[in-house]
C-alpha cells in the first residue's frame, strides 16, 4: 500500500512567522507532488505542484523536494490567519498506478494565530 | 469560472433510499474520481473513472456504484443508502496523466436518517 504521511498537527504558528509543514511518502516511483489547502467545510484547493529535486516558489509558498530522502515540504512565509487551513499533500501514482491517481495524506492542520 | 460541478451543496435522505450524487466538468478532463471525506480518516477514493463506461474500484467501493455515460458527467449512486454513508462526498478530475494535480468540486454534504 502506497502511504503518504503528515504529521496531523495542530502546527500553531504566530502571524508573520514561517509555518513548515512537512510529508513522506514510500512509493519511489512517485513522479509529481501537490499541496492542496482545504478550509473548514470547502472541498481541496491546488496552491503549489513540484516535479523535480529542489525549490519552487510560488509567492509566499515555497515547495521543497528531496527524492532521495522522500520527502516534499511546504513552507508558508509571512503566515496570516487567512492560512489556517488544512493542508494535504499528494503525490502521483507511478506505474504501478497507471499515472492518474493521486495518493493523498491525511493532512496536517495550520493555525495562524494573530 | 466553475469547472467541477456538483449537483447538491446538502443532501438529507433516509435509509434504504437510493441517492444520486452528480458531478459535471466543463475541462474535456478524460479522468474523473469520487472521493468521501471523513474526520480523522482523510480522503479515500471510492471510485475513479478514465474513460467514458470505464470504471475502476478504488479503496472503499463497496456499497456504491457509479456512472459514466458522458465524458463530462460522473454519477455516484448509493443503492441503499446507510447511516455510515454519512459524509462529505468529494468530486474531482483531471486530465490524464494527471500532471497537475485534481481539480475538486464544491462537495456535498450527505446525511442519511
Known amino acids: 500500500q502506497k502511504e503518504v504521511e503528515q504529521n496531523s498537527g495542530p502546527l500553531s504558528v504566530p502571524e508573520g512567522a514561517i509555518a513548515s509543514l512537512n510529508c513522506t511518502y514510500s512509493d519511489r516511483g512517485s513522479q509529481s507532488f501537490f499541496w492542496y489547502r482545504q478550509y473548514s467545510g470547502k472541498s481541496p484547493e491546488l496552491i503549489m505542484f513540484i516535479y523535480s529535486n529542489g525549490d519552487k516558489e510560488d509567492g509566499r509558498f515555497t515547495a521543497q523536494l528531496n527524492k532521495a530522502s522522500q520527502y516534499v515540504s511546504l513552507l508558508i512565509r509571512d503566515s496570516q490567519p487567512s492560512d489556517s487551513a488544512t493542508y494535504l499533500c499528494?503525490?502521483?501514482?507511478?506505474?504501478?498506478?497507471?499515472?492518474?491517481?493521486?495518493?493523498f495524506g491525511a493532512g496536517t492542520r495550520l493555525a495562524v494565530h494573530p | 469560472d466553475v469547472k467541477v460541478t456538483q449537483s447538491s451543496r446538502y443532501l438529507v435522505k433516509r435509509t434504504g433510499e437510493k441517492v444520486f450524487l452528480e458531478c459535471v466538468q466543463d475541462m474535456d478532463h478524460e479522468n474523473m474520481f469520487w472521493y468521501r471525506q471523513d474526520p480523522g480518516l482523510g480522503l479515500r477514493l471510492i471510485y475513479f473513472?478514465?474513460?467514458?463506461?470505464?470504471?475502476e474500484k478504488g479503496d472503499i467501493p463497496e456499497g456504491y456504484s457509479v456512472s459514466r455515460e458522458k465524458k463530462e458527467r460522473f454519477s455516484l449512486i448509493l443503492e441503499s443508502a446507510s447511516t455510515n454513508q454519512t459524509s462529505m462526498y468529494l468530486c474531482?478530475?483531471?486530465?490524464?496523466?494527471?500532471?497537475?494535480?485534481?481539480?475538486f468540486g464544491s462537495g456535498t454534504r450527505l446525511t442519511v436518517v
Open positions: 474531482a478530475s483531471s486530465s490524464s496523466p494527471t500532471s497537475y494535480g485534481y481539480t
Open positions: 473513472s478514465y474513460d467514458v463506461k470505464m470504471k
Open positions: 499528494a503525490t502521483r501514482a507511478g506505474v504501478s498506478g497507471g499515472y492518474n491517481k493521486l495518493i
